[in-house]
């Protein structure tokens, strides 16, 4: 990947690329290998620019856009410290689900890819006869990804400790969310009704056949109520310590689905918007006002980050998975891989890594494409504009024309290469992420 290259290797590069380089030129590339949002100079080769001028104009002529309309759209395009295209690149414009990526920058830099999230089962009194006669007790940590299957597993594993029945209430304390319901109580009560078969509601149900054949069916009668605590008991006994799937694979499957409850969850985590925000203008080296949240998930227009900086935080999150023996494509949709999630229907070159975005009124596409005349492109696309399907083609036509002009890689580069290689779906409800620490 050329932005981890040393300044000599960038010099060889722009050279071959037709730029001159000057020996003071040397300082600024050192610079810009510590702030990837940095631009040195501009592509002598103007099919980026002719590529993009005809996009916008095609805009226009399909009446996508009018007038000067073409202020509300975005584009920027970049190959290592070489700018090769740019429509208000530094302008802040609504970038929907692309917010997911400063999510993942900062949830990534922050916890590492292998960092698992915590609930914990505890008990206010004594288990006798598989009777607790006390309180179950939820502490949540904030997984992201606790779903029927983690509850279904939950519970037999409550069962193999012999707890039948709860005597008291089901307690719910910390930041605890079930089926992406982030409302404690509500959640509560479909744990509450996941831990006992014979109350399974019909998705509960469906999700039960999807498990291993075999998996049984847990049996735990809580008699009381679903209560909230603001703090645990300190008298209560942690009984078992659930861990969530590894960060890396939670990111994957928010991004591929873009799932919006998943990414507030992780944003909350860090400390919400506004840790996000700062955090990923720092790590991306663009100025915070190119980056401005009210949320982690970019629902709402008021989330609005420029196209630059959404390349910028790309570029800073590649070099933070490299570090981890990971890239993007272990993180986000590779095209010809993944076939999940919102790149279904989709016609972008094979082996880009993308994200989408979608607002009622705004479709974006960001990501990076392996070339063979330019290596690794970013790209990042927004539009304004009701016509979401039309955006959509456009944007995969965008990238079709450059990939034609630019040729398309011989293969994948290894920067790009996915460390699992094929299109891999996480095992929901594994018995050995629940860690039986007493048995009351």
């Known amino acids: 990947m050329l932005e981890l290259f040393g300044s000599g290797l960038i010099s060889l590069w722009l050279e071959m690329a037709g730029v001159q380089v000057k020996p003071i030129d040397a300082l600024d590339i050192l610079a810009w ?8 100079t501009t592509d002598p080769n103007p099919a980026g620019t002719t590529t993009v001028q005809e996009y916008l104009k ?38 929907a689900s692309l917010t997911k990526i400063a999510t993942t920058l900062v949830a990534f830099k922050t916890f590492g890819p292998d960092h698992q999230f915590q609930t914990l089962v505890s008990a206010t009194g004594p288990i006798q006869n598989g009777v607790l006669e006390g309180d179950l007790v939820i502490t949540g940590g904030g997984d992201p990804l606790f779903v029927w299957e983690e509850a279904i597993t939950l519970g037999n594993t409550l069962n193999q400790m012999g707890i039948k029945q709860v005597k008291g209430n089901l307690v ?86 873009s799932n919006n409850d998943m990414a507030e969850m992780l944003a909350e985590n860090v400390g919400g918007a506004p840790v996000v925000q700062s955090t990923a203008a720092q790590l991306a080296g663009v100025p915070e006002s190119e980056i401005q949240l009210i949320n982690g998930s970019g629902l709402g227009p008021e989330n609005r980050i420029s196209p630059r900086a959404i390349c910028a935080m790309l570029m800073a999150l590649q070099r933070e998975a490299v570090a981890h023996q990971l890239d993007l494509a272990d993180l986000f949709l590779m095209s010809g891989l993944d076939h999940r999630g919102t790149i279904h229907g989709r016609h972008i070159p094979l082996a880009t890594v993308i994200k989408t975005g979608t607002l ?52 994948v580069p290894d920067a790009l290469t996915p460390h699992s290689t094929t299109d891999h779906i996480p095992v929901l409800g594994a018995v050995n992420r629940n860690e039986i620490v007493s048995k009351g």
């Open 33 to 40: 290998q510590s702030s990837p949002g940095l631009i040195l």
């Open 58 to 95: 095609d805009l226009q002529t399909l009446k996508l856009v009018t007038g000067n309309q073409t202020d509300n759209q975005g584009v920027w395009i970049q190959s290592g410290p070489m700018l090769m295209a740019n429509h208000q690149g530094s302008t802040p414009l609504p970038a």
């Open 172 to 257: 719910i304390t910390g930041n605890f969310a079930l089926n992406f319901q982030r409302n404690p109580l509500l959640a509560g009560q479909l744990l509450k009704k996941a831990l006992n078969y014979t109350t399974w509601p019909r998705p509960a149900a469906f999700q039960y056949l999807l498990m291993p054949k075999g998996t049984p069916k847990p049996q735990v009668v809580i008699t009381g109520q679903v209560r909230l605590a603001s703090q645990p008991n300190p008298q209560q006994t942690l009984l078992v310590r659930h861990y969530s799937l590894p960060l890396k694979q939670l990111i994957k499957e928010m991004n591929v689905f």
């Open 360 to 411: 009622r009124d705004v479709s974006s596409l960001a990501g990076v494409m392996p070339t063979r005349d330019r290596g690794l492109v970013w790209f990042a696309i927004f539009n304004r504009g009701t016509n979401l399907s039309a955006f959509r083609t456009g944007q995969d036509k965008l990238l079709q024309r450059l990939v034609q002009l630019l040729q398309i890689s011989p293969s």
